[in-house]
Antibody
């Protein structure tokens, strides 16, 4: 059974760094073709794909967030991570992680992140 | 970036009716080497995470009712629900995974009359 669960700080202040963790089970990020992606969704709005990391440690970042994103993984502990630097109120959203095989076939429940002073 | 355009933005139908929704991409999602369209459809019910319904434009995921039908190729795609049920109330998103950045359409909100 494939499951993913996101965790994060809940609330942080502008200019801080957001650190998110995706803890998963039922698959391995060392398996050929496997990937994990991060997607976010502001309340009442659409979905935005942020970053992917693949079994071979290849990484992709959405250029719209320029150089603020860093994705990484800990294969031994079945975790993937996303850092977003210099957050502002526009980063307030629910953040999801998803397993990527052909699109995101399994998603976590999401973690709400609020950026507020 | 590949732009995904979904229409309509919302529609209201009665249970039992057939509904179709469109997704158009700004460039072809058909990969010539494997003849696959890199297009997925997701269903997001209120308060829930998105759920993958269809990948490769027309391949229904395991457990997805057969009333959900994906079709199309290249730049024009359609999601059809052959007989809408009350539980199909949701926002439906298409997504291209042909090229990075992966991009989503803005969604079609399905309301049940």
């Amino acid at each position: 059974q494939v499951t993913l669960k996101e965790s994060g700080p809940g609330i942080l202040q502008p200019s801080q760094t957001l650190s998110l963790t995706c803890t998963f089970s039922g698959f391995s990020l060392s398996t050929y073709g496997m990937g994990v992606g991060w997607i976010r969704q502001p309340s009442g709005k659409g979905l935005e794909w942020l970053a992917n990391i693949w079994w071979d440690d290849d990484k992709y970042y959405n250029p719209s967030l320029k150089n603020r994103l860093t994705i990484s993984k800990d294969t031994s502990n079945n975790q993937a991570f996303l850092k977003i630097t210099n957050v502002d109120t526009a980063d307030t959203a629910t953040y999801y992680c998803a397993r990527i095989v052909s699109g995101g076939d399994y998603w976590g429940q999401g973690v709400m992140v609020t950026v507020s002073s | 970036d590949i732009v995904m355009t979904q229409t309509p933005s919302s529609q209201a139908v009665s249970a039992g009716e057939k509904v179709t929704m469109s997704c158009k991409s700004s460039q072809s999602l058909l990969y010539s080497e494997n003849k696959k369209n890199y297009l997925a459809w997701y269903q997001q019910k209120p308060g829930q995470s998105p759920k993958l319904l269809i990948s490769w434009a027309s391949t229904r995921e395991s457990g997805v009712p057969d009333r959900f039908i994906g079709s199309g190729s290249g730049t024009d795609f359609t999601l059809t629900i052959s007989s809408v049920q009350a539980e199909d109330l949701a926002v439906y998103y298409c997504e291209q995974y042909y090229d990075t950045p992966f991009t989503f359409g803005s969604g079609t909100k399905l309301e049940i009359k």
